[in-house]
């Protein structure tokens, strides 16, 4: 194993990719020469050129629309939508297009197609290049949604998202790219799509999330443990098929939910997984589930407004050690401390 | 026998005869299925009038070509070689249509005769002929793609997203936009900043060329040179076939935007009655012979509507296959 960043875990699985197999082709806004707003396709132009790594003007529902059609001639197309943010002018072709033309042929297609993009806030960028918007696609069926955190997971589910022969949202952080971590070299190295990890066991507390606040969660973790809270950090990684058998098996341990998410509170990905879970373990739950996520408000651009509106390691904690009130059972010392 | 100045051969003459028919009698039978309550849905977007742009364009394409469809789209695709019965059964929503059910009149089609989709958005699939534009760039193998869609697709970004890209990479893809001149009640001469939308491939840097939708050989003849010219890496070109629908959008529209007189005008240049005149003035067919085509095509309707009728719904145990390719 080596070292590697997100970024090269991601440019990685894409060459390793498009060398097994030549249908598979990158096409999008700068990917080419360029390599990449994020510098996340660097390279691939020159060894593949440009009929595999195909450098198109801007304009996002062509992309999208030309990844669907070669999807649908043969092809296995990844297309980048360099923000997630640019989704509102592709929307059609991702929404109505993409996720619905083998429902609406009765099964006559397949559609292997990756739609790569990247999300979040954190960099300044204000409220039209930060949104995290995964929970939208995850209400779509016949979308897949992937959000890895780290660079081992990044090369594992984008080979296995490539590999798909359904359409998937594969969305980056930005704040990931240079994170490093350990990448396995093996060309059939796979994360199935649609299984969660425990990124830290704990007997207390189940804390869900996914892309870069599992690090946050982490972090929180660790200082709930010098406090006596052991929590259990699991990491979603596809959102859509969610991985609701991880989340139930964690709280019928813990007995205590929390979910940790950059996009919004309304209709978000923790109200799903909270929701899930008092409908399918609704007796297990010892206290009240809590769901954090970000303020309520677009994102903004000064520093101190954007940090205030994310999600934070001291926010998860301080919200964690303020449920305690809720523990119902005085002979139950878990919280207790 | 009087004289021709047509370069087809009689066979290719009746052939597009016959697919005219076929759309003709097929959505004739559609209107008044629904009209009787027979089928469910929203009312079927019918193409009559328009069946010279369906088969001429379509006629001058390889089986192994590409088309892109729209929401009027059953002409275009029984003149791409999808079956009747298939097709009314779909109509049906029957387990034997096209798309088992699921699909319905607006999105009919049998990828397997090269037809990539109908589209219920509208200018959606422009972008998506893109698509099959780059694949058979990159394999080489000098196919074609026919994408179709209306007036009112002019004004929307795909359209200008998917001319601009097509041009820029020499796509071999022919752009059909069918002008029947309404938007369902909108004119499009009201909202078009060009009166001849052919224009807008001036825009484009790439051929555009207006062509009589209601004369199947003129279509044909414009199509032949611009598929010629895609197949030769030549690029997209912009028909715009001139038509018109002599229904309503649908059949709750009742046409109050459009004069009783306009439609007549437009009848007398029906596509359908005018060929088979012609081709019994210059002896390229008897009149029994045509009769004898037209029977068999009212049969071919009369079995596919019994097909549709005769066949099992869905099973609803089943009304989420198809979301995902499983394994």
């Known amino acids: ?337 | 026998m009087s004289t021709s100045n047509s370069n087809l051969s009689p066979q290719t003459r009746i052939a597009l005869y016959r697919q005219m028919v076929r759309i003709r009698k097929f959505e004739e039978k559609t209107h008044e299925l629904y009209k009787a309550g027979r089928l469910t849905g929203m009312s079927p977007h019918l193409c009559i009038g328009e069946e010279a742009s369906a088969v001429g364009v379509i006629s001058a394409l390889n089986p192994d070509d590409y088309i892109l469809s729209t929401h009027r789209g059953h002409g275009h695709c029984l003149a791409k070689g999808a079956e009747m019965g298939k097709m009314y059964a779909e109509l049906y929503g029957k387990e034997t249509g096209y798309c088992r059910g699921r699909g319905g009149s607006m999105h009919i089609a049998d990828v397997a005769q090269g037809n990539l989709g109908a589209n219920g958005i509208v200018g959606a699939g422009l972008p998506i002929a893109l698509g099959a534009g780059f694949s058979i760039q990159k394999r080489g193998t000098k196919q074609v793609v026919a994408c179709f869609f209306g007036d009112a697709a002019t004004n929307q970004g795909a359209f200008h997203e998917a001319m601009n890209m097509s041009k820029a990479f020499h796509l071999p893809v022919v752009w059909v936009c069918e002008n029947n001149l309404y938007g369902l009640s909108t004119p499009i001469e009201k909202v078009a900043a060009t009166r001849t939308l052919s224009d807008r491939a001036k825009g484009y840097a790439m051929p555009g060329i207006t062509v009589d939708g209601m004369d199947v050989e003129a279509v044909r003849a414009v199509a032949e040179g611009a598929v010629s010219l895609a197949r030769g890496g030549g690029g997209p070109t912009l028909l715009e076939v001139r038509t018109y629908r002599y229904f309503g959008h649908g059949a709750s529209d009742h046409r109050p935007y459009r004069t009783r007189e306009e439609e007549q005008g437009w009848w007398k240049r029906c596509p359908v009655a005018n060929y088979r005149a012609r081709l019994l003035a210059e002896g390229v067919a008897t009149e029994a012979e045509l009769a004898a085509l037209e029977q068999e095509i009212d049969a071919e309707v009369e079995a596919g509507v019994a097909f549709a009728q005769s066949s099992p719904d869905p099973n609803p145990q089943e009304s989420t296959l198809y979301v995902y390719t499983e394994g």
């Open chain 1, 1 to 337: 194993m080596a070292e590697k960043t997100f970024r090269e875990a991601i440019i990685e699985a894409m060459a390793e990719e498009m060398r097994r197999d030549e249908r598979v082709v990158l096409i999008g806004e700068d990917v080419g020469r360029f390599g990449g707003a994020m510098g996340a396709s660097k390279g691939l132009f020159q060894e593949f050129g440009p009929s595999r790594v195909i450098d198109t003007p801007i304009s996002e529902a062509a992309i999208i629309g030309s990844a669907l059609g070669m999807a649908l001639t043969g092809q296995r197309p990844i297309a980048e939508l360099m923000f997630i943010d640019f989704a509102g002018v592709c929307m059609d072709q991702i929404l109505n297009q993409v996720a619905k033309v083998r429902y609406m042929l009765g099964g006559q297609v397949k559609v292997p197609l990756v739609i790569r993009t990247q999300g979040g806030a954190g960099k300044g960028y204000a409220a039209q290049h930060s949104q995290s918007l995964e929970a939208w696609f995850t209400h779509v069926p016949g979308l897949k949604v992937v959000m890895p955190a780290t660079p081992r997971d990044a090369k594992g589910l984008l080979k296995s998202a490539i590999r798909d022969d359904n359409p998937v949202m594969f969305i980056e952080h930005k704040l990931l790219y240079n994170n490093k971590g350990e990448v396995p070299e093996d060309p059939e190295f796979l994360i199935p799509l649609g299984k969660a990890e425990v990124k830290r066991e704990g007997s207390d507390l189940t804390i869900v999330s996914h892309s870069r606040q599992v690090l946050n969660c982490l972090e929180a973790a660790e200082e709930l443990s010098n406090q006596g809270i052991e929590a259990e950090v699991i990491d979603l990684r596809t959102l859509r098929p969610m991985d609701f058998d991880a989340v139930r098996a964690s709280v019928e341990k813990t007995g205590r939910l929390v979910t940790v998410e950059e996009g919004y509170p309304q209709c978000g990905i923790g109200a799903e997984v909270v929701a899930r879970i008092a409908e399918q373990c609704f007796e297990s739950l010892d206290m009240p589930p809590i769901r954090i996520a970000s303020k309520d408000t677009p994102i903004p651009f000064a520093r101190v407004l954007e940090q205030e509106t994310l999600p934070s390691p001291r926010r998860i904690v301080e919200t964690v050690l303020a449920a305690r009130r809720w523990v119902r059972r005085p002979q139950d010392q878990r919280l207790a401390v």
